[in-house]
């Protein structure tokens, strides 16, 4: 289900930027909405997807590891009481902030953008997604931490819903600024869809809230947590402001042409961090109860299946480019000549999507002891070094091509930085069989991406439909990965195939008992005197007398007695 909910929320996202380029191009008036639109960017990222999980999850982990160990009143709602009431001011506090400093602001971050006014109004209309995304992040992390996925993956489906009305309905009337009332209404949505999950979770009738800890140690260590975690998602959002700065001075639509490559792109990463995300409170989990043999197994898992699937997305981005461009934004006022442009800073964009996705996974490691780390820190500001000096330097000749040069480079060192540091400071991942896994899966991706481009250029020319030369183009990278992920012995090609032939020849196989014991009647009829009665005891409604047990069988009816499929 939260696959489905974030493939949906993804979905939503490309129908926004479609209204968007459809409504307003990819003009001045949409780069100032875009400048404005740092602000819930940035708020997505330090408050719902890193910044406040990184720290909210571990926390509220330990928590119910203390509950489970039978603590006096309930850790989880102590914790609320104690980081909610201080949370919302500062939430509060930042949105006035952005409100009173948005001219700055603006100039800050595009000082070449011809309408200012423009993307100021925008702006402060963007600024409430300070609270609300904070109230959504929150929500969230607790959530998780309580394996409780559904609620957190629909926030996406209601803020882009959000986005896409407003549009629709007050765009002819506002203009690019229906999108900026969007945002601030899709943010509300977000806290909507989670809050009633959440209230259900903390209410417990069989106990009472406790009282302020005590412990002197306990808020310093907090603080520390959430300075090192804010400022690693700070960091790493940092690389919008630096593409934004540089595009400013490049000819309108640069920007809007960055946007809408970066969205597209980043879809095979957004899908395969899915299941990092679904097993972090796991490890947090874990790593709260001493167990960490089990972190690390999830983690080195996690990390491999991670990087197969985005580097098969990456390979349909790079080879199917002007196919998804031309099908997905070329109408309206989105002209050819923005396709061309699009695609070619999203084939260099998609070079960096292992490295984001490396990132993603192994980041959650360093803060899933709910205790402090400044080297993820570190690293990301290594990388982000590297972003704006590459990109300083190749903006001039190669243009926002360039800039997403800058961008794979910067955040594929920061991924080598984070692996190249695994171990007392996080889970002890062993790094060389992570690689090992890396190194299968490369060469498969850059083998389908080779043919899947190929094939996706000669089918679309021959036909003149792009459509067709998408399929054709997707069809050949996959079939191309997998025959050579499976010579090259690829972490989870063979089981996924397994999976999908189980799933042909068996169109039922969820009726299928994985195990022997069963609660229910089993759909054969049992041969054996011993497997009747043990079957009549677990499955009929009535339990087997015990007179009906073989002679010298003293045994409980219905023990332990596993049944053979």
Not at 47 to 76: K, Y
Not at 295 to 303: I, M
């Amino acid at each position: 289900m939260t696959a489905v909910l974030s493939v949906a929320g993804s979905v939503l996202g490309l129908a926004r930027d479609q209204a968007l380029a459809r409504l307003f191009g990819a003009g001045g008036e949409t780069d100032a909405f875009l400048v404005a639109w740092t602000v819930p960017e940035f708020a997505a990222t330090l408050l719902i997807e890193d910044g406040l999980a990184f720290a909210l999850v571990p926390m509220f982990s330990l928590a119910l590891a203390r509950r489970a160990q039978g603590a006096p009143g309930d850790p989880v709602r102590a914790l609320v009481g104690t980081t909610l009431p201080r949370l919302l001011p500062a939430f509060a506090a930042v949105g006035v902030l952005v409100v009173l400093t948005a001219p700055a602001l603006v100039r800050l971050l595009a000082p070449g953008l011809p309408d200012q006014a423009l993307a100021v109004d925008c702006t402060r209309l963007t600024a409430t997604s300070a609270v609300s995304f904070g109230l959504a992040g929150y929500c969230s992390a607790a959530l998780r931490a309580h394996r409780r996925y559904l609620a957190p993956a629909a926030i996406y489906v209601a803020y882009n819903t959000a986005i896409i009305t407003a549009m629709l309905l007050l765009g002819g009337r506002w203009g690019v600024r229906s999108a900026a009332v969007g945002v601030a209404a899709g943010g509300c949505l977000m806290v909507a869809a989670q809050a009633p999950s959440l209230l259900r979770q903390l209410r417990r009738k069989d106990t009472e809230p406790t009282s302020t800890p005590t412990d002197a140690t306990a808020q310093p260590l907090a603080l520390a947590l959430f300075a090192t975690v804010l400022l690693f998602a700070l960091c790493r959002q940092s690389q919008v402001l630096i593409e934004r700065f540089l595009a400013s001075g490049l000819p309108a639509g640069a920007i809007s042409h960055l946007n809408y490559a970066q969205k597209v792109a980043q879809l095979p990463m957004t899908l395969s961090l899915i299941l990092c995300t679904v097993t972090f409170p796991v490890v947090a989990r874990a790593m709260a109860d001493g167990d960490t043999e089990r972190a690390r197994q999830r983690v080195e898992r996690d990390v491999t299946v991670a990087a197969c699937v985005v580097l098969l997305g990456a390979a349909v981005v790079i080879a199917c480019a002007p196919q998804l461009v031309q099908l997905l934004f070329q109408r309206g006022a989105f002209t050819p000549a923005d396709t061309a442009a699009t695609a070619g800073v999203m084939r260099v964009y998609a070079l960096g999507l292992l490295g984001q996705t490396v990132v993603g996974a192994l980041s959650r490691c360093y803060f899933s002891a709910s205790r402090a780390s400044w080297y993820p820190l570190g690293a990301m500001a290594v990388g982000i070094a590297a972003t704006a000096a590459v990109g300083a330097a190749a903006v001039g000749p190669w243009g926002v091509t360039g800039i997403a040069a800058a961008n794979a480079a910067g955040i594929t060192l920061t991924a080598a930085l984070l692996l190249a540091g695994m171990g007392p400071r996080s889970v002890p991942v062993r790094v060389r069989r992570v690689l090992a896994g890396l190194a299968r899966a490369v060469p498969a991706a850059a083998a389908a991406t080779a043919l899947g481009a190929l094939a996706a250029d000669r089918t679309g020319a021959a036909t003149g439909s792009p459509l067709l030369g998408l399929v054709t183009g997707i069809a050949t990278v996959a079939a191309v990965f997998t025959l050579t992920g499976l010579v090259l012995g690829v972490a989870g090609v063979a089981p996924a195939l397994r999976a999908a032939r189980s799933l042909v020849r068996h169109p039922r196989i969820s009726r299928r008992l994985p195990h022997g014991r069963i609660g229910i009647r089993l759909p054969v009829r049992a041969r054996s005197r011993r497997a009747r009665e043990v079957q009549g005891f677990e499955g009929d409604a009535h339990p087997t007398r015990p007179d009906h047990r073989p002679p010298g069988d003293d045994r409980p009816v219905g023990g332990d007695v596993p049944l053979r499929r």
